[in-house]
């Protein structure tokens, strides 16, 4: 087909993804003007089915946006009673005191949530202030004007050939063109990533960084609940092999979020964050809490963890950057849904003066600076160094002077500047022969579990005649250079089991099982060789998380 022919829909805003972000702006612009056109397009099942977060939500976004939330019945239920940091060795832990601590660290106010259903709320607000939200819809391409800006993007496009061509039974989805295009597809998002390319929007920036974080909902004995309890962990089981560290949340009806966190810049290759979030379980504190218990969901998903000094420019002409598509998480506090929600509003308050100005398709510069001089940049800016402290120095001296640089930041002012990131994470990764295999316990299938039964649990699907969305640039890299070189690490720090190297006769093959990916978007991140590209699959594809 050399000129595929797409119906077009014309909006003043298309919004692509119905997370924090997107909501958040679609719900702004509703509110200050109730006839201008706003689209939504999500590509999970449902609102909220690709939703995973820790989660500990700071509702000052909530409070800008829609102030009356309470009365509105945002599912905001569990206030946190209680919070709790520990390091961790292998058989006991150590309390680190609560009074030290920078009050940004302080999560009194704050609520354990599960944002799936806070997202599910927010459309239900927007839905009824008219805007319209199309789930299912995987937006697949991004569509230019004639002067190089952004001015829609394609959706819908199903039933393509496994090859990637379409056949006699392609519908080739339709174009929704905006005045303003906003990016609101979470972390290392496909379309994001094509527009930072584009306008060179990394320059003069610290590379991104990431961790990939994996969680599971656990029923446990009602005896052993602490409704509104907030703990999170450091130190074992990852020692000196890579940063990270745990949380877990007690939320409602004897549940239990049990998280983990492994930062991406970590040097080994044998390193396996699924298997060390795994043997976390088995330390004595946590083998404690979760026993007699039942895990009942999984899934995993990158964290945007560069911070302030990371974020690219979040403008383009026709198009905007919003939340973990620039990367707005506040690394010590595990949290940026409050930050999503504050960069949405900014976004559609910016894009409503511009529309009214009887401006299109420019670049919203008035959202940029709101972000970077406002609330989510004083947010940020206080918390830049701890990350690459931590990166640089380890845990124990990142700690004590992370702490000292949070507090200084509080007052005002920092010893230490601005520390930079140095490396991306994939150029961090070292070579095998560097490094000595580790030897993980095997999973009891009580507390710990094998990847492919707890993906199960993720409730992942997509239908396996569409093309793979995980693409290779060159085929041959896995097996000639990322296999020899460095273990060829796509076998261990994909949380889904998506990537094998298989021996046969002919030698070692590599197997894509896209089929169990849980869209976390590591590979796209950490593969050594950048061979790995991750593109959306057709809409209602991928994980569908009832409550995480």
């Not at 940091?85 to 354990?112: C, K, Q, T």
């Not at 972390?187 to 961790?211: N, T």
């Not at 200084?408 to 150029?427: E, P, Q, R, V």
């Not at 099982?513 to 991750?534: A, G, L, M, R, Y």
């Amino acid at each position: 087909m050399a000129e595929i022919e797409r119906e077009a829909m014309e909006y003043d805003v298309v919004i692509v993804g119905a997370g924090p972000a997107g909501l958040s702006a679609a719900i702004r612009l509703k509110q200050l003007d109730a006839d201008l056109n706003v689209v939504v397009l999500e590509k999970g099942s449902e609102v909220g089915a690709h939703i995973l977060s820790g989660a500990v939500l700071d509702p000052c976004g909530l409070d800008a946006l829609i102030p009356d939330w309470k009365e509105k019945g945002a599912p905001l239920n569990v206030p946190v009673t209680e919070d709790n940091f520990y390091v961790l060795g292998e058989a006991g832990h150590l309390r680190v005191p609560n009074w030290p601590m920078p009050p940004l660290m302080n999560n009194h106010g704050n609520y354990i949530v599960s944002m799936g259903n806070v997202c599910r709320w927010m459309a239900e607000q927007a839905e009824a202030l008219g805007v319209e939200i199309f789930p299912g819809m995987s937006c697949s391409e991004l569509v230019y004007g004639d002067n190089g800006e952004v001015k829609g993007v394609v959706a819908g496009v199903f039933g393509l050939e496994p090859d990637g061509s379409y056949g006699p039974n392609t519908e080739p989805g339709m174009e929704l063109h905006g005045k303003y295009v906003f990016l609101s597809e979470g972390v290392r998002g496909s379309l994001a990533k094509e527009v930072i390319a584009r306008y060179d929007l990394q320059k003069g920036k610290e590379p991104q960084k990431f961790g990939i974080g994996m969680k599971e909902i656990w029923e446990i004995d009602p005896a052993k609940h602490r409704e509104g309890t907030v703990t999170h962990t450091m130190g074992w089981p990852l020692g000196s092999n890579a940063g990270g560290g745990s949380f877990i949340y007690h939320l409602d009806n004897n549940q239990v979020y049990v998280g983990f966190v492994v930062h991406l810049n970590y040097k080994n290759p044998y390193l396996y964050p699924y298997m060390e979030f795994q043997r976390f379980k088995h330390h004595p504190m946590v083998a404690e809490l979760l026993k007699g218990g039942k895990r009942v969901a999984y899934g995993a998903r990158a964290i945007t963890e560069g911070g302030y000094q990371s974020m690219p420019k979040m403008v383009a002409p026709g198009v905007a950057l919003l939340g973990c598509s620039v990367g707005m998480v506040n690394v010590p506090r595990i949290k940026g849904n409050h930050n999503a929600m504050l960069s949405g509003k900014a976004a559609a308050e910016a894009a409503y003066d511009a529309i009214k100005a009887g401006r299109q398709s420019d670049e919203l510069t008035a959202y940029e600076t709101e972000v970077r001089t406002g609330p989510i940049g004083k947010d940020l800016k206080k918390v830049r160094n701890v990350k690459p402290m931590w990166s640089k120095w380890g845990l124990l001296p990142s700690l004590a002077l992370g702490g000292l640089d949070m507090w200084t930041n509080t007052l005002g002012f920092s010893l230490f500047g601005t520390l930079g990131h140095g490396k991306t994470d994939a150029a961090a990764t070292e070579e095998a022969s560097k490094h000595k295999p580790i030897d993980y316990p095997k999973p009891d299938g009580t507390l710990s579990f094998d990847r492919l039964t707890n993906v199960s649990f993720a409730a992942t699907n997509h239908e396996e005649s569409q093309p793979c969305h995980l693409r290779l640039t060159d085929p041959d890299v896995p097996v000639k250079v990322n296999l020899p070189k460095y273990a060829e690490p796509a076998q261990r720090y994909c949380p889904a089991g998506v990537y094998e190297v298989v021996e046969d006769d002919s030698g070692p093959r590599f197997v894509i099982n896209f089929q169990n990916c849980v869209h976390c978007k590591t590979c796209d991140i950490k593969d050594p060789s950048q061979n790995i590209t991750w593109v959306t699959p057709q809409g209602g594809d991928g994980p569908n998380y009832p409550n995480m």
